[in-house]
């Protein structure tokens, strides 16, 4: 038995080792979190044995045909401030005044790496740039990809930026929000509302008008992107077979088609509601009716109530009916200030009397009301299937006039500017490293020279996995019990089955006799025939009595002689 718990030990001893290794290896991984982009990072200069990562930026260049580049690494060359207004709001109020800056990042910065940089809170900013060429939607997919870093949080306010359409009389310093755009895409925040826009404006082949498509809802949680602080990367990829894809952090989280994804749809119903029809006034939609034939009993009395004073009820005993529940406090004092003409009589305020305190009551008793055993309620006619029900009515279909059927909505209005159009009530909100192209790869390389450079610093540069743990019990007190639970286990698995304990005497005394009291093979044979000549006699006196009966002490000296002998 004690060879088991001698390997119940070791074995406890050896998962406590291999659980601590683990923690190391996760610890090590979690300090230097590297994700591999597809071999197209390893140019980058970057020493991974040393303690403290140094990383040497470059300004990231495009690897193939690019519609429109920008790291804000040469500062706003080629961006245009807006000195419009917003319409139908007072000028004070509707002046796109809001400052930008080029900075670097506030935490895990990379020395020449930039970014653009909403700074004022609650203003609007408006900023936009020409795209090196227009992008026609026609046999070439569409990427948009940036970068988005909400320094400080974000209450309420949008990060999102529009494709702008082409025009002849386009001009960027006249940029608002009414400006015609093609897309509009990024994320956006107020109150616990997270969003992650995709809108594009599809023209209406029958009248030449524009209606904002708005694709579904990711069906992910968007929240740790907003309140992390760190820098995310957006990606948006329309297809010319009418089909989308949104990426955060190289990340799908929302996929669909232009025709089948969007809200509104993109093509209107072939059937719609006649407006003109009217319900016919005998129509019956009532599923159940009153049963006309049924009476009300006899014995059906409306007037009982439905609780009545029990009648089986006593006053307890010791209940006091002549003392008050409240009394006025007899310490307390008018004040000095009080007037009499102005504030009325003074008097004391109650008190809960302390003589009812141990008392079972105070005050006039009164009868406890109890449920009405007569009580039967207003008298209803049950309730019959309506032989004349005719269901819910609908008006009738007619043909829609406004119907028509676009096979490809991705043949979109081209583009040929980028803006940003924002209001926050939140400053900091960095842009950075925006692309628009039509290859992946093109959009992945770039990734990888820019954003994949600000994650691996980020990463290297995280807390420990111990400070992690006292962070998030920190927001989550109950983690506590959790720490405190994971580390006692092991320790009392120890404790328990690995300390020594002293044998109780009777297990020495049976596991090893005295060597004094040894017994010789003769003696041995002699005491054996003395033992059964005494189970004979013992058999015979028990003939005489009950055969369930058991002789007191009996037992006992069977066990005692049969140690002996062993």
Same mark, same amino acid.
């Given at each position: 038995?004690?060879?088991q718990?001698?390997?119940?030990?070791?074995?406890v001893?050896?998962? $406590?080792?291999v659980?601590?290794?683990?923690?190391?290896?996760d610890n090590?991984?979690?300090?230097?979190?590297v994700? @591999?982009?597809?071999?197209?990072?390893q140019?980058?200069d970057? !020493?991974?044995?040393?303690s403290?990562?140094e990383?040497?930026y470059?300004?990231?260049r495009p690897t *193939?045909e690019?519609y429109?580049?920008?790291?804000f690494?040469?500062?706003?060359?080629?961006?245009?401030?807006?000195?419009?207004?917003?319409e #139908?709001?007072d000028?004070?109020?509707?002046?796109?005044?809001?400052?930008?800056e080029?900075?670097?990042?506030?935490?895990?910065a990379?020395?020449g790496?930039?970014?653009?940089?909403?700074?004022?809170? /609650?203003?609007?900013?408006?900023?936009?740039?020409?795209?090196t060429?227009?992008?026609?939607?026609?046999?070439?997919?569409?990427?948009?990809?940036?970068?988005?870093?909400f320094?400080?949080?974000? !209450?309420? *306010?949008?990060?999102y930026?529009?494709l702008?359409?082409? =025009?002849?009389?386009l001009?960027?310093? %006249?940029?608002? #929000?009414?400006?015609?755009?093609? &897309?509009?895409? *990024?994320?956006?925040?107020?109150g616990?509302?997270?969003k992650?826009?995709?809108?594009?404006?599809?023209?209406?082949?029958k009248?030449?008008?524009?209606? +904002?498509?708005?694709? +579904?809802?990711?069906d992910?949680?968007l929240?740790?992107?907003?309140l992390?602080?760190?820098?995310h990367?957006y990606?948006?990829?329309?297809?010319?077979?009418d089909?989308?894809?949104i990426?955060i952090?190289q990340?799908?989280?929302?996929?669909?088609s232009l025709?089948e994804n969007m &809200?509104?749809?993109?093509?209107p119903?072939?059937?719609? +509601?006649?407006?003109?029809d009217?319900?016919? !006034?005998?129509?019956d939609?009532?599923?159940k009716?009153?049963?006309?034939?049924?009476?009300?009993p006899d014995?059906?009395?409306?007037?009982?109530p439905?609780k009545?004073?029990?009648?089986?009820a006593?006053?307890?005993e010791?209940w006091?009916?002549?003392?008050?529940?409240?009394?006025? !406090?007899?310490? /307390?004092?008018?004040p000095?200030?009080?007037?009499?003409?102005?504030?009325?009589?003074?008097?004391?305020?109650?008190?809960?009397?302390?003589?009812?305190?141990?008392?079972?009551?105070?005050g006039?008793?009164?009868r406890?009301?109890?449920s009405?055993?007569?009580?039967?309620?207003?008298?209803r006619?049950?309730?019959?299937? @309506?032989?004349?029900?005719q269901g819910?009515?609908?008006p009738?279909?007619?043909? @829609?006039?406004?119907?028509?059927?676009?096979?490809?909505?991705f043949?979109m209005t081209a583009? =040929? /500017?980028?803006?940003?159009e924002?209001? $926050?009530?939140?400053s900091?909100? %960095?842009f950075?490293?925006f692309?628009?192209c039509?290859?992946k790869?093109?959009?992945?390389?770039?990734?990888a020279?820019?954003w994949?450079?600000?994650?691996l610093?980020? =990463?290297?540069n995280?807390?420990g996995?111990?400070?992690?743990l006292v962070?998030a019990?920190?927001?989550?007190p109950?983690?506590w019990?959790? %720490?405190i639970?994971?580390? /006692?286990l092991p320790?009392?698995?120890t404790v328990l089955?690995?300390?020594p304990?002293?044998?109780s005497d009777?297990y020495?005394?049976?596991k090893k006799? #005295?060597? $004094?009291?040894?017994?010789?093979?003769g003696?041995?044979?002699?005491?054996?025939e003395?033992?059964?000549?005494?189970?004979?006699?013992e058999?015979?006196e028990?003939e #005489?009595?009950?055969?369930?009966?058991?002789?007191p002490?009996?037992?006992?000296?069977?066990?005692v002689?049969l140690?002996?002998? =062993?």
């Amino acid at each position: 038995m004690q060879f088991q718990w001698d390997w119940l030990c070791l074995g406890v001893l050896i998962i $406590s080792s291999v659980t601590a290794g683990m923690a190391d290896e996760d610890n090590l991984d979690a300090d230097v979190e590297v994700e @591999n982009f597809d071999k197209q990072s390893q140019e980058a200069d970057v !020493d991974r044995d040393k303690s403290s990562l140094e990383v040497v930026y470059q300004t990231p260049r495009p690897t *193939g045909e690019v519609y429109f580049t920008e790291t804000f690494d040469e500062g706003l060359s080629g961006w245009v401030l807006s000195v419009t207004l917003k319409e #139908d709001m007072d000028d004070n109020v509707a002046k796109y005044d809001g400052r930008w800056e080029v900075e670097e990042l506030k935490e895990n910065a990379m020395p020449g790496d930039k970014g653009l940089v909403l700074k004022s809170v /609650a203003k609007y900013h408006a900023i936009s740039a020409m795209l090196t060429k227009a992008f026609v939607f026609d046999d070439k997919p569409l990427i948009v990809q940036y970068e988005v870093n909400f320094q400080k949080g974000i !209450d309420c *306010g949008g990060a999102y930026i529009k494709l702008l359409s082409s =025009s002849n009389d386009l001009n960027l310093e %006249y940029f608002f #929000d009414k400006t015609p755009y093609t &897309i509009m895409f *990024g994320p956006d925040k107020c109150g616990e509302d997270y969003k992650l826009h995709f809108i594009f404006r599809h023209k209406n082949p029958k009248t030449g008008e524009y209606d +904002e498509k708005h694709a +579904e809802r990711p069906d992910v949680d968007l929240k740790k992107f907003y309140l992390d602080k760190k820098t995310h990367l957006y990606t948006l990829v329309l297809k010319p077979d009418d089909t989308f894809e949104i990426l955060i952090d190289q990340t799908v989280v929302s996929k669909g088609s232009l025709l089948e994804n969007m &809200i509104p749809p993109v093509n209107p119903s072939k059937e719609i +509601e006649d407006p003109t029809d009217k319900k016919p !006034d005998d129509w019956d939609e009532r599923p159940k009716i009153p049963d006309p034939n049924a009476v009300k009993p006899d014995d059906w009395d409306e007037d009982e109530p439905a609780k009545i004073e029990d009648p089986d009820a006593v006053k307890p005993e010791g209940w006091l009916d002549d003392e008050p529940q409240y009394v006025p !406090d007899p310490n /307390a004092k008018k004040p000095k200030d009080w007037d009499e003409e102005m504030d009325g009589e003074w008097e004391a305020p109650q008190i809960p009397n302390a003589k009812c305190e141990t008392a079972p009551g105070c005050g006039e008793w009164v009868r406890p009301m109890k449920s009405n055993p007569k009580y039967k309620g207003k008298w209803r006619a049950p309730m019959i299937d @309506n032989p004349n029900y005719q269901g819910i009515w609908s008006p009738r279909k007619i043909p @829609n006039p406004d119907y028509f059927e676009d096979l490809h909505p991705f043949k979109m209005t081209a583009v =040929s /500017a980028v803006g940003l159009e924002l209001w $926050s009530m939140t400053s900091d909100i %960095y842009f950075d490293n925006f692309i628009i192209c039509s290859e992946k790869e093109v959009a992945d390389r770039w990734a990888a020279d820019s954003w994949g450079l600000k994650k691996l610093v980020a =990463s290297a540069n995280e807390p420990g996995m111990f400070s992690q743990l006292v962070t998030a019990a920190e927001e989550h007190p109950w983690l506590w019990v959790l %720490y405190i639970l994971t580390l /006692a286990l092991p320790v009392g698995l120890t404790v328990l089955f690995c300390w020594p304990g002293k044998k109780s005497d009777e297990y020495i005394a049976f596991k090893k006799p #005295d060597v $004094s009291q040894q017994i010789a093979k003769g003696k041995l044979k002699e005491q054996t025939e003395e033992f059964e000549d005494d189970e004979l006699e013992e058999e015979k006196e028990n003939e #005489d009595t009950d055969e369930d009966e058991i002789r007191p002490g009996q037992l006992q000296r069977n066990t005692v002689q049969l140690l002996q002998l =062993s």
